[in-house]
């Protein structure tokens, strides 16, 4: 078993979840707007779904997927159709619901843990990004390669899981210190608008 590529891996996906994209933006945005608890209720259904995409590349479907340009571009516009579901809800939604200190309605960390596993496995992008990815981190020549993506994926889980995490945190910190801020709410209302119609756009180019 070579450690060091085990390392590498380890390093590179750090740097990929450090670095701003759809995921991490959508746990910061969130974990300002409902507080860390939620945030990381959103980590933990966007990291979930990373379960489906190993074992899409593991067993070689998301391959399949990928030759199949119909299959891919159906899958695609599922996810679309639902992150501008979300990009509407978020519209018609009061401003007041994401940072007010009275007892409005808010999201239960149920619902937010299954927006971020839909939001995940409704992404074809990720099973791509795998199967392009995982193959350079093979580490052991005995083991299965459906074994070491498995590992792969785990270590990928619990990397990002850390990461956001630490975001999610960091987020709700600043989240308390700006909840007085008198237009913050239509602010952070867009700011979410406009990431879920962003990554629609994404998975559709």
Not at 55 to 69: C, I, M, R
Not at 74 to 102: H, R
Not at 124 to 138: D, E, R, W
Request: aromatic share 14%.
């Amino acid at each position: 078993m070579h450690y060091d590529i085990l390392l590498a891996f380890i390093l590179a996906t750090s740097a990929l979840a450090l670095s701003p994209g759809p995921d991490n933006i959508y746990v910061l945005l969130q974990s300002i707007a409902h507080g860390t608890k939620y945030g990381i209720a959103t980590v933990c259904g966007l990291i979930s779904g990373c379960l489906l995409h190993t074992t899409l590349v593991a067993f070689g479907v998301s391959a399949v997927l990928k030759a199949n340009e119909s299959l891919f571009f159906i899958i695609k516009l599922f996810g679309a159709a639902y992150l501008l579901f979300l990009a509407y809800k978020v519209y018609s939604a009061s401003d007041k619901i994401t940072l007010s200190d009275s007892p409005v309605p808010k999201k239960t960390y149920g619902e937010l843990f299954k927006q971020g596993v839909i939001m995940n496995v409704l992404n074809p992008k990720v099973s791509i990004f795998f199967l392009a990815f995982f193959p350079g981190f093979l580490f052991d020549d005995s083991l299965s390669t459906v074994t070491q993506f498995y590992v792969l994926g785990l270590l990928f889980m619990i990397t990002s899981f850390i990461i956001f995490t630490l975001i999610a945190i960091l987020a709700g910190l600043i989240s308390t210190a700006i909840k007085k801020r008198k237009h913050i709410g239509v602010v952070l209302k867009w700011l979410q608008i406009v990431v879920f119609i962003a990554i629609a756009i994404l998975i559709l180019i």
